[in-house]
């Protein structure tokens, strides 16, 4: 069974994780991966930004940066954003969109028993994920653990299996949401103080003492943590790449709830009434807005 807390501790169960911000050295360049490579249409322009996504439901923030540099690779920030596909087929036209258009961007696979994931890295260093979800009555749980893996799973065999042209010709009408977020910190413990004891998510699973996986509703992970690259990471100095993670909430009330639990643990943030502003001990910049259609 999913793990369980008290309620009024928790994020809700109908949390949604939204719009990733990133910022960015070259637009062009940036845009035409995102459009091209991941079949993503631009949804707005902002302030010289592009939001990206499909069906109109921005994923992806790409925000110009030009006097930043790229964040060292022993620092915190963004391991990947995670771009959930609807069924196998869906997800294997973007996968092979993807390495058509840049071979070397494609950096690995696996089976994760909860999912099936495909990982590329953007041409400014950002990760990206591209998976599907099992059925959830196929995931299994131990004392509030879920269980995961990483299998062998052959790129290829996939696309054979589920790729058609009818899809690939369809990408774009097909449905795609930020399914979760992996970012790079110092310690495993204090991401656990934060995102669980301070922003009340539920711990989902963990990794050796290395990784942290948390989410809200009983899903396998809605946001994770890892050393990996990180170990030992102070703040974040303003590079290019992650700028903000966005999560929605489908009501007032749950922010305000988060907002009291904040306070409560002293971190700052800044407080609209429908929306909230803070940072991660890694200065990983969050934002926690109403919307209510999250998580429908």
Sequence with gaps: MPPTTSPQDLLPADLAMSTVLLKVGDMNVMSAYYQQALG???????????YLGRESTALVHL???PGLQVGRRGEAGLFHTALLFEDQSSLAATVASAAQFEPHAFVG????LVSEAFYFT????NGIELYYDRPRTQWQWEDGQVAMDSLALSPQQYLDEHLTEAVLAGQRQQHAAVG????QVGDVQSAHDFYVD??????????????????????????????WNSRGAGPRKDTLGLGEVLIALRRKDDVGALAERLAH?????ANTGAELVFADPWNNRIRVTVDTEAGA
């Design 122 to 125: 953007d041409p400014e260093g």
């Design 180 to 183: 979760h977020v992996h970012l």
């Design 265 to 269: 643990h002293g971190v700052a943030a």
């Design 40 to 50: 993503l249409d631009i949804v707005t322009e902002a302030d010289g930004g592009l």
């Design 109 to 112: 696979s696996a089976d994760h």
């Design 198 to 227: 301070t922003l009340g998510f539920e711990k989902t699973a963990g990794w050796h003492g290395q990784a942290l996986f948390v989410s809200a509703g009983g899903y396998h992970h809605h946001m994770a943590m890892n050393v």
């Design 63 to 65: 925000a110009p940066a």
